[in-house]
Antibody, heavy 116, light 110 residues
Framework: EVQLVESGGGQVKPGGSLRLSCAAS????????MNWVRQAPGKGLEWVSS????????YYADSVKGRFSISRDNAKNSMYLQMNSLRAEDTAVYYC?????????WGQGTTVTVSS | QSVLTQPPSASGTPGQRVTISCSGS????????VNWYQQLPGTAPKLLIH???QRPSGVPDRFSGSKSGTSASLAISGLQSEDETDYYC???????????FGTGTKVTVL
């Protein structure tokens, strides 16, 4: 079964850091680009970051550029999102999604809450 | 912020046809394919339409997509109660070098 499982969410104070993980199974992870997409409470979807299959191409939304860092380990079938200098507006459910022109497989999401 | 504009809501009675618009620009919809996602409450988005008008396996043919210029549309024919949820369009944006989502449309079955 094709599956993505996020982990690493939690509550953190403003200015703090968190590292999210996305574990993939059931497909050839190294053949796909991957994304992080977030959804603030009661709001719409917001693309956060993308990484190509070999990590050659990395893109970030302006809202997280300079604070977040995406990476992947194809040997471990995993993708990561290092989030630093967190702000209240980063509070959201974070989804990882498989990508080959379209995001066709999504994880169940992990919740990040930034609050003092 | 969302770059693609959708109506906040749409509604219809069971069996009716509902259409959702998605307006963008030359850097996103005008030059890239459009995908549509359905999101049920408390769950992850599900790919509904890809490459403007292609349905993934398992998606009912009641759902159809189209694109013209810098706009796209999702149509739901034969509206059913289980179609009452949120829908989002998405595309790659060449200027932003990233994916952009629509503002989202909540469909209500009256």
């Amino acid at each position: 079964e094709v599956q993505l499982v996020e982990s690493g969410g939690g509550q953190v104070k403003p200015g703090g850091s968190l590292r999210l993980s996305c574990a993939a199974s059931g497909f050839t992870f190294s053949s796909y680009s991957m994304n992080w997409v977030r959804q603030a409470p009661g709001k719409g979807l917001e693309w956060v970051s993308s990484i190509s299959s070999s990590s050659s191409y990395i893109y970030y939304a302006d809202s997280v550029k300079g604070r977040f860092s995406i990476s992947r380990d194809n040997a471990k079938n995993s993708m990561y999102l290092q989030m630093n200098s967190l702000r209240a507006e980063d509070t959201a459910v974070y989804y990882c999604a498989r990508d080959r022109i379209r995001m066709d497989v999504w994880g169940q999401g992990t919740t990040v809450t930034v609050s003092s | 912020q969302s770059v693609l504009t959708q109506p906040p809501s749409a509604s219809g009675t069971p069996g009716q046809r509902v259409t959702i618009s998605c307006s963008g620009s030359s850097s996103n919809i005008g030059s890239n394919t459009v995908n549509w996602y359905q999101q049920l409450p408390g769950t992850a988005p599900k790919l509904l339409i890809h490459n403007n008008n292609q349905r993934p396996s398992g998606v009912p043919d009641r759902f159809s997509g189209s694109k013209s210029g810098t706009s796209a549309s999702l149509a739901i024919s034969g509206l059913q109660s289980e179609d009452e949820t949120d829908y989002y369009c998405a595309a790659w944006d060449d200027s932003l070098n990233g994916r952009v989502f629509g503002t989202g449309t909540k469909v209500t079955v009256l």
